[in-house]
Nanobody
Framework: QVQLVEYGGGLVQAGGSLRLSCTASGRTFSSYVMGWFRQAPGKDREFVARISRGGGGTDYADSVKGRFTISRDNAKNTVYLQMNSLKPEDTAVYCC??????????WGQGTRVTVSS
């Protein structure tokens, strides 16, 4: 079992930046593929980014490619999402997730990001 806690959400103006963090419990963090998802008001949850166990492989949704960067520090059991050039349409609750093969087995509670225009 993995418990995930997100940090770093908040209110930011369009064009600004935020960095989200997600810390995992346990000693097997490096064995999990990690990811970030988001859910905007009235919309379904959508994939944002994922990162391989060692951090060498990443994948992004087209809507955030070139603006967001996912990274991880296995020594700190933490995955990050650096979000630059934020847009109002990035407003959502952002959740991190973990899984053995894909980041869908364990979920955090989420952190809210609001981008004002």
């Amino acid at each position: 079992q993995v418990q995930l806690v997100e940090y770093g959400g908040g209110l930011v103006q369009a064009g600004g930046s935020l960095r989200l963090s997600c810390t995992a419990s346990g000693r097997t963090f490096s064995s999990y593929v990690m990811g970030w998802f988001r859910q905007a008001p009235g919309k379904d949850r959508e994939f944002v980014a994922r990162i391989s166990r060692g951090g060498g492989g990443t994948d992004y949704a087209d809507s955030v490619k070139g603006r967001f960067t996912i990274s991880r520090d296995n020594a700190k059991n933490t995955v990050y999402l650096q979000m630059n050039s934020l847009k109002p349409e990035d407003t959502a609750v952002y959740c991190c997730a973990a899984g053995r093969d894909s980041p869908t087995d364990f979920w955090g509670q989420g952190t809210r990001v609001t981008v004002s225009s």
